[in-house]
């Protein structure tokens, strides 16, 4: 079995359905949730389903505090799930290949430090975008730039609001990301 830890900030929708789909899963589960906000909904999400949960703040991200906690677990992937701090080089280093990020855009485009959730939606809108997407991708030293693992893309050209865009996007990335972390687990 093996064991999956996601990193999250925000309501963890995303984080949600990769508990669901490993509940009764043979392949692997999900161990933990760590967030850096106390506050985040993805907390209740993790309790609601029995999922242990750690906190932590900025200090103990980069003091090595989160990677000695990390490394009692021992995870075979850590999936990043609306983690919006830069994530370590130390834990990088230590587990190559094994950490990986959902984008909510085609990248390259709509990538790097201040891109995330609405901001993106609002940029693909404001450059009149008639498909965005989704990237799932290995996390590296650089914000949105290791390797792309998948992308599924969406039409767009109805779309009036950057809500709009986010919700084609939030159904997109429910649909992949469980599918595509157990293909990455099992292969
Ligand atoms: C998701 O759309 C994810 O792609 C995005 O944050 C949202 C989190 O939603 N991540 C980024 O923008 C990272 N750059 P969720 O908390 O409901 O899963």
Redesign the pocket.
């Known amino acids: 079995m093996k064991k999956i830890v996601i990193f999250?900030s925000?309501?963890?929708?995303?984080?949600e359905k990769i508990i669901l789909h490993f509940k009764n899963n043979s392949q692997g589960n999900v161990v933990a949730v760590l967030s850096n906000n106390l506050h985040a909904k993805?907390l209740e999400k993790a309790e609601n389903n029995d999922v242990p949960t750690v906190i932590f703040d900025k200090t103990a991200l980069s003091d090595g505090t989160v990677l000695s906690k990390i490394n009692e677990i021992q995870p075979d992937l850590i999936v990043l799930?609306?983690f919006l701090l830069k994530f370590p080089e130390s834990i990088i280093a230590a587990y190559p290949n094994k950490i990986v990020?959902?984008?909510?855009a085609l990248l390259p485009k709509y990538g790097g430090k201040g891109?995330?959730?609405m901001h993106?939606h609002k940029a693909v809108l404001e450059n009149k975008e008639t498909e965005t997407g989704i990237s799932i991708h290995y996390v590296n030293e650089h914000y949105d730039e290791g390797g792309i693992v998948f992308q599924a893309t969406a039409n767009i050209e109805k779309c009036q609001t950057p809500e709009e865009i986010a919700e084609i996007?939030?159904q997109l990335?429910h649909l992949h990301y469980p599918s595509v972390i157990e293909k990455l687990i099992t292969k």
């Not at 990020?101 to 909510?104: C, D, E, K, L, T």
């Open positions: 999250a925000g309501s963890g929708s995303n984080a993805v799930a609306g990020n959902i984008h909510p891109m995330y959730g993106v996007v939030h990335e």
